[in-house]
């Protein structure tokens, strides 16, 4: 590759900023934590006990962290979906009062081979008429290995409630809650389904 001579111009921009810089030493710079709270274009703060603080890297007053996750909570995902079945049946279901008529556990299981058998478990306990089923999802492993990207916690317990709303299952599930403690509180879903007819 071949180095292009600057033109005239550019040389007298060159040297214009050459001018008025200044040449650094190694050894005169400082390493610097990144603070995501204090923004460059943040105006200096009038007071000197503040300002000192913020260039030396001391913690200031206490402030609310930013979360980062721009989707939602699988359980938030799940409470604010809206109420499909009787008011009174839903206040029972999440008090552990009704008793699932079947349950299928999918822990252990991978994505590719929990989706087939969670579709025939559920289309299959519709045909049967039943109305309330167990899904049991497990809360899932803490992997994340420090990467650049986060890994979700408990796949299966973020997927199923996904799969619930597409088809084919979606015509049949009229209502997916998170379990009573007595069913598997967090690592668990009821599923109730609509009527067979």
């Given at each position: 590759?071949?180095?292009?001579?600057?033109?005239?111009?550019?040389?007298?921009?060159?040297?214009r900023?050459?001018?008025?810089?200044?040449?650094?030493?190694?050894?005169?710079?400082?390493?610097?934590?990144?603070?995501?709270?204090?923004?460059?274009?943040?105006?200096?703060?009038?007071?000197?006990?503040?300002?000192?603080?913020?260039?030396?890297?001391?913690?200031?007053?206490?402030?609310?962290?930013?979360?980062?996750n721009?989707?939602?909570?699988?359980?938030d995902?799940?409470?604010?979906?809206?109420?499909?079945?009787?008011?009174?049946?839903?206040?029972?279901?999440?008090?552990?009062?009704?008793?699932p008529e079947?349950?299928?556990?999918?822990?252990?299981?991978?994505?590719?081979?929990?989706?087939?058998?969670?579709?025939?478990?559920?289309?299959?306990?519709?045909?049967?008429?039943?109305?309330?089923?167990?899904?049991?999802?497990?809360?899932?492993?803490?992997?994340?290995?420090?990467?650049?990207?986060?890994?979700?916690?408990?796949?299966?317990?973020?997927?199923?409630?996904?799969?619930?709303?597409?088809?084919?299952?979606?015509?049949?599930?009229?209502?997916?809650?998170?379990?009573?403690?007595?069913?598997?509180?967090?690592?668990?879903?009821?599923?109730?389904?609509?009527?067979?007819?």
């Open positions: 590759m071949t180095r292009r001579r600057l033109s005239a111009e550019d040389q007298e921009l060159w040297d900023v050459r001018a008025n810089t200044e040449r650094i030493e190694r050894s005169n710079l400082e390493v610097q934590r990144f603070d995501p709270d204090v923004s460059l274009s943040a105006p200096a703060p009038r007071n000197l006990r503040k300002a000192k603080a913020v260039i030396l890297g001391k913690p200031g007053p206490p402030s609310r962290a930013p979360t980062h721009l989707a939602p909570a699988i359980h995902q799940v409470r604010q979906a809206p109420l499909q079945m009787d008011q009174k049946s839903f206040g029972k279901l999440k008090r552990g009062k009704l008793r079947g349950k299928i556990d999918l822990h252990g299981m991978t994505l590719e081979r929990a989706h087939p058998i969670l579709t025939g478990f559920v289309m299959n306990a519709h045909a049967h008429g039943k109305r309330l089923i167990l899904v049991v999802t497990g809360k899932g492993k803490q992997r994340d290995e420090g990467g650049p990207i986060p890994v979700r916690h408990g796949v299966l317990r973020h997927q199923v409630p996904q799969w619930l709303s597409i088809q084919p299952m979606k015509s049949v599930v009229l209502q997916v809650a998170q379990a009573h403690v007595s069913h598997g509180g967090g690592g668990a879903y009821y599923v109730y389904l609509r009527r067979h007819r």
